[in-house]
């Protein structure tokens, strides 16, 4: 597929994101970047407190594109196997028969994912890799278009387990949901929350839409130039004083994707500079460790951003 011909598919993606936009109040911009996530053939980390819509835009996100959604809540005594499925011994087979967990599915919305321990935590990182799950020696393919959305709260609240690096390399991007601007939550209070809006979303797009997509989204141009920015970005944060772990080649590759994936929702055929310099944070923060002796008066999950902004900015763009 040609990038001229990728670009021809990108109107649906236009209308994928006017949809969301009518659930979504206020937040253009997290919109924005979960349909680059999903389109990079990414997953997605949305961070905030509750309430604010995290697990909303889970949901619409699920219902656009009309494939099968499985929604799990992660608590503290959830078990790797209340995940992925479990074998279980049939006396009329005299066999044992695997029943298939919720991870069976094209979209899995894993609720306050940080809530439960790290042991089921990693439960998901083969199925994130590689599209498969593998129970008892046996691997079993995972549905396609196959898409995590987890949702998580701020680490500084009670209770939940702090994602450990390996799991969150798997995550494309992390999205941080804040609370709405003025107008906003003003409209959100007259349309009864949005929840309304919700139940009348209507599917936009197919799986085999979003296949589509993510294929068309892999020939949009990069210029030698812009591989070397984002290289040279990367290098940083790996020498930064301010960072005990830089960005890995997985993260680079994360950005080379979303940028393309970028373009494409702007009906472009390559990229430029800013397909690249605003991504930089939402894919590289959450790959990053702070050093501990890097004093802020921030709060612990906002140092990364700002020394990555900082980083960032101190690369000269590729004209």
Avoid: W
């Avoid at 993606?13 to 996530?37: P, T």
């Avoid at 009348?200 to 797009?205: A, N, S, Y």
């Avoid at 070397?228 to 940083?236: D, G, K, M, N, S």
């Avoid at 970028?262 to 939402?282: I, N």
């Amino acid at each position: 597929m040609s990038p001229e011909t990728a670009i021809a598919v990108s109107h649906k993606a236009a209308e994928l994101e006017k949809a969301l936009r009518r659930v979504i109040r206020g937040k253009d911009d997290v919109v924005r970047l979960a349909l680059v996530s999903i389109f990079a053939r990414g997953h997605l980390l949305i961070e905030g407190v509750p309430g604010v819509g995290k697990t909303t835009l889970g949901h619409a996100l699920a219902r656009a594109i009309d494939c099968t959604f499985q929604r799990v809540q992660f608590t503290s005594d959830m078990l790797p196997s209340d995940v992925l499925g479990i074998s279980v011994y049939s006396a009329l087979e005299q066999e044992f028969e695997f029943k298939r967990g919720p991870v069976f599915t094209n979209v899995l919305l894993a609720d306050e994912i940080n809530r439960t321990t790290p042991k089921t935590q990693s439960a998901l990182l083969e199925a994130m890799n590689e599209s498969q799950v593998t129970v008892d020696a046996h691997s079993y393919e995972l549905p396609q278009p196959f898409l995590v959305i987890a949702t998580q709260n701020p680490v500084e609240h009670h209770g939940t387990y702090p994602l450990p690096e390996s799991q969150m390399d798997r995550f494309l991007m992390r999205v941080r949901m804040g609370y709405p601007e003025a107008a906003a939550e003003r409209e959100i209070l007259r349309s009864e929350a949005g929840a309304a809006h919700l139940q009348d979303l209507r599917p936009v797009l197919t799986g085999a839409d979003v296949l589509e997509m993510q294929e068309a989204v892999k020939h949009i141009r990069v210029d030698e130039s812009l591989v070397t920015y984002a290289l040279e970005i990367v290098r940083r944060t790996r020498q930064s004083e301010y960072l005990s772990l830089g960005v890995s080649p997985r993260g680079a590759q994360a950005l080379y994707r979303a940028a393309q994936a970028m373009a494409f929702l702007d009906g472009r055929s390559f990229c430029t500079p800013e397909d690249f310099k605003p991504l930089a944070v939402p894919v590289f923060a959450h790959r990053v460790v702070v050093n501990s002796q890097y004093a802020s008066t921030l709060k612990k999950s906002e140092q990364a951003d700002q020394v990555l902004r900082e980083i960032v900015g101190s690369v000269a763009v590729p004209v």
